[in-house]
Nanobody, 120 residues
Framework: QVQFVESGGGLVQPGGSLRLSCVAS????????MSWYRQAPGKERELVAA????????NYADSMKGRFTISRDNAKNTVYLQMNSLKPEDTAVYYC?????????????WGQGTQVTVSS
């Protein structure tokens, strides 16, 4: 029922840019906060960026500030992650996440991930 179609990942050289997209369906997209997480081999999954349901504000992990930008288009049920000045350390699987709290119960959905590889 809940589905995500992630795209935009791939191989890029250090200093390059990529734009990830996540098209969601099966839930009221505009009422959920959206986030991007990433996980490198042998590492814990970490938050990359998050954006409120309206797109009014966003938060970023320190290592991404100034390089990454999260945005959303509620009319298209899509969240984006613009990644600039990419580093080899950014290599990971990037996951789209939707989250909302309804009457004290957290509802959270995950995409299947898209690979980003930064290498020369």
């Amino acid at each position: 029922q809940v589905q995500f179609v992630e795209s935009g990942g791939g191989l890029v050289q250090p200093g390059g840019s990529l734009r990830l997209s996540c098209v969601a369906s099966g839930f009221p997209f505009s009422t959920y906060a959206m986030s991007w997480y990433r996980q490198a081999p042998g590492k814990e999954r970490e938050l990359v960026a998050a954006i409120t349901n309206t797109g009014g504000s966003a938060n970023y992990a320190d290592s991404m500030k100034g390089r990454f930008t999260i945005s959303r288009d509620n009319a298209k049920n899509t969240v984006y992650l613009q990644m600039n000045s990419l580093k080899p350390e950014d290599t990971a699987v990037y996951y789209c996440n939707a989250r909302a709290t309804i009457w004290g119960t957290v509802r959270e959905y995950w995409g299947q991930g898209t690979q980003v590889t930064v290498s020369s």
